[in-house]
């Protein structure tokens, strides 16, 4: 079992920063990766980033690269988004996620364990 507890969500101006936090808790997966999706009302669950916890390799959606950064604090099992230069359509749920085996990063289907999620809202 794995607990996953976001925090760091807010309400920000069109341009600003925020960076979110992801504290795991329970069982360690040390070769998984820790991942970051969103959802907005009416749309779908989208992958945003991820990292691997072993090497620390970084992967990003199209949307939001150049403008976000995952990293991780291994010694407090954390992983971390930055996010600068928000769009109003960077407004959504931003939930975080275990992939035991890091595979098929950017696939929903490879994530087991899902936290509860923070709101993010990007004002313009």
């Known amino acids: 079992q794995v607990q996953l507890v976001e925090s760091g969500g807010g309400l920000v101006q069109a341009g600003g920063s925020l960076r979110l936090s992801c504290a795991a808790s329970?069982?360690?997966?040390?070769?998984?990766?820790m991942g970051w999706f969103r959802q907005a009302p009416g749309k779908e669950r989208e992958f945003v980033a991820a990292?691997?916890?072993?090497?620390?390799?970084?992967y990003y959606a199209d949307s939001v690269q150049g403008r976000f950064t995952v990293s991780r604090d291994n010694a407090k099992n954390t992983v971390f988004l930055q996010m600068n230069s928000l769009k109003p359509e960077d407004t959504a749920v931003y939930i975080c996620a275990v992939n035991p085996n890091a595979m098929a990063m950017m696939s929903r289907a490879f994530y087991d364990y899902w936290g509860q999620g923070t709101q993010v809202t990007v004002s313009s």
């Open positions: 990292i691997s916890w072993r090497l620390g390799s970084t």
């Open positions: 329970g069982r360690t997966f040390s070769s998984g990766a």
